[in-house]
Antibody
């Protein structure tokens, strides 16, 4: 059974750094793109970017390029989403998602709620 | 890359059929048969309903169907049930080899 299990909720202050994780199991982790999706409170899904763990090829939406960093550790089948200086506007639910053929999202993590507040 | 355009809301009565549209450009929806649809109930993670425009993953009800014409893809739900009340999102592969989502559609079952 394919599963993506994300790290727990975080509460941070503006300017702090943060890394959240997504551990894949039940499939070949290195063989599928893993993406990250933001959902701000009461809003829709926004695709942020993705990584192909096999060769660490990484692609970002123009809206998120330079704002976050996506990485992966194949030894523990885990992908990461990282911020170096959080803002209040980063407050959102973040989902990781596996991309099947031609980048269509198929399996989703349970979500990680990030709250940034002074 | 602009978000795909979906109606903000649709509604229907139990047993009826509804269709949700998803309009893009020739650089995404119109250029590839790689459109998917996901369903999201309140407080839950999204779930894949349709991929490759019209294919259902195992376990998804055949009341859900997808199609595409030109730059517009559509999701049709037949025999509407109370449990179908949720948000629905389309997504597409793009010419820049990334992904774009639609703005989402809230389905209300009257």
């Amino acid at each position: 059974e394919v599963q993506l299990v994300q790290s727990g909720a975080e509460v941070k202050k503006p300017g702090e750094s943060l890394r959240i994780s997504c551990k894949g199991s039940g499939y070949s982790f290195i063989g599928y793109w893993i993406g990250w999706v933001r959902q701000m409170p009461g809003k829709g899904l926004e695709w942020m970017g993705m990584i192909y763990p096999s060769d660490s090829d990484t692609r970002y939406s123009p809206s998120f390029q330079g704002q976050v960093t996506i990485s992966a550790d194949n030894s523990i089948s885990t992908a990461y989403l990282q911020w170096s200086g959080l803002k209040a506007s980063d407050t959102a639910m973040y989902y990781c998602v596996r991309h099947r053929g031609w980048l269509q999202p198929d399996y989703w993590g349970q979500g990680t709620l990030v709250t940034v507040s002074s | 890359q602009s978000a795909l355009t979906q109606p903000a809301s649709v509604s229907g009565s139990p047993g009826q059929s509804i269709t949700i549209s998803c309009t893009g450009t020739s650089s995404d929806v119109g250029g590839y048969n790689y459109v998917s649809w996901s369903q999201q109930h309140p407080g839950k993670a999204p779930k894949l309903l349709i991929y490759d425009v019209s294919y259902r993953p195992s376990g998804v009800s055949d009341r859900f169907s997808g199609s595409k014409s030109g730059n517009t893809a559509s999701l049709t739900i037949s025999g509407l049930q109370a449990e179908d009340e949720a948000d629905y999102y389309c997504s597409s592969y793009t010419s820049t080899s990334i992904v774009v989502f639609g703005g989402g559609t809230k389905l209300t079952v009257l």
